[in-house]
């Protein structure tokens, strides 16, 4: 079984500032991880993804993740938040044998100017 | 295409009518997804294809739902006697081969509301 908690459904940071968005798994494999972003009325668009190449990630737009197996962790960070940052983020887990995505329940980044 | 296209954007229909939606993926895609987003519920996995056919339909709610994908392309989810709780934004994803590690594609989807 596998699943995806992410804490905060809602995040709201200045503009300039750090963006942090947690996500913690649970997988009894070792896991693919997937950060997706959602705009308004949009689709699903891939941010990055951990496939266990390499434990530090970086996707489009300036975020990166670090991929943490002690801690099943997958945060998802920006040094310095834009307005366009302003979306909702989900975090997904799959794994070997398992093709569908499993999502966590999403976190709404709002940016402040 | 150039993306996953699906069809209509937007359905209203009356609680008891059956109703079809169609998602076209990339060309060369031999995975697809449904998913579901509704309020209560997240983002649920429904159905996934690989091929013509779908080797795991686990996250189907009931019999009220199925889906088909014909000649490795489009493919159409039917939910019949709609529900209230059937309203939701039903997203369809592809990728390449379906491997685990690879990105999925989705659509903007189609928001169904029951009335």
């Known amino acids: 079984a596998q699943s995806v908690t992410q804490l905060g459904s809602h995040v709201s940071v200045s503009e300039g500032a750090l963006v942090l968005l947690r996500c913690n798994y649970s997988s009894s494999v070792p896991p693919y991880l997937f950060w997706y972003v959602q705009y308004p009325n949009q689709g699903l668009q891939l941010l990055l993804k951990y496939t266990s190449a390499a434990t530090l990630v970086k996707g489009i737009n300036g975020f990166e993740a670090e991929f943490k197996k002690s801690e099943t962790s997958f945060h998802l960070t920006k040094p310095s938040a834009h307005m366009s940052d302003a979306a909702e983020y989900f975090c997904a887990v799959t794994r070997t044998g398992r093709r569908a995505l499993t999502f966590g329940s999403g976190t709404r980044l709002q940016v402040q100017p | 295409g150039a993306g996953v296209s699906q069809s209509p954007s937007n359905k209203v229909t009356e609680k008891g009518k059956d109703v079809e939606l169609r998602c076209d993926p990339i060309?060369?895609?031999?995975?697809l997804y449904w998913y579901r987003q509704s309020l209560g519920q997240g983002l649920e996995f429904l159905i996934y294809f690989q091929g013509n056919s779908a080797p795991d339909k686990s996250g189907l709610p009931s019999d009220r739902f199925s889906a088909e994908r014909t000649g490795g392309s489009v493919s159409t989810l039917t939910i019949q006697r709609t529900q209230q709780e059937d309203s939701a934004v039903y997203l369809c994803a592809s990728s390449f081969r379906g491997q685990e590690n690879t990105e999925a594609f989705f659509g903007q989807g189609t928001r169904l509301t029951v009335v």
């Open positions: 060309s060369g895609h031999t995975a």
